[in-house]
């Protein structure tokens, strides 16, 4: 799918501006599985919300069917960033 028809299809997803934003920018972002590996504090830096709104979003994004959250973690237990899975 090229940009302007993918910019089309988020533009008429039921959602926030933000999370509209933050799904297209997970669509521009994603490796060849169709995952990204990325803090909430350094997404939030790049489209200019604040961190609390990128939590929120991703999870309303979850909760619609876009995408899946799959937490990471260190060796020792510790929280790393979390993987975004676009479906």
Known sequence: MNRTAKYI???KFRLTGNAKLLYCYLTDSVNSRQQLTMSSRKIAAVIG????AVSRNMHLLER???IDISPQFT???GRTANKYILK
Not at 49 to 52: C, E, I, N
Request: charged content about 15%; glycine content about 24%.
């Open 9 to 11: 299809v988020c533009g």
């Open 64 to 66: 619609s069917g876009l």
């Open 49 to 52: 919300v604040s961190r609390s």
């Open 75 to 77: 060796i020792d237990g």
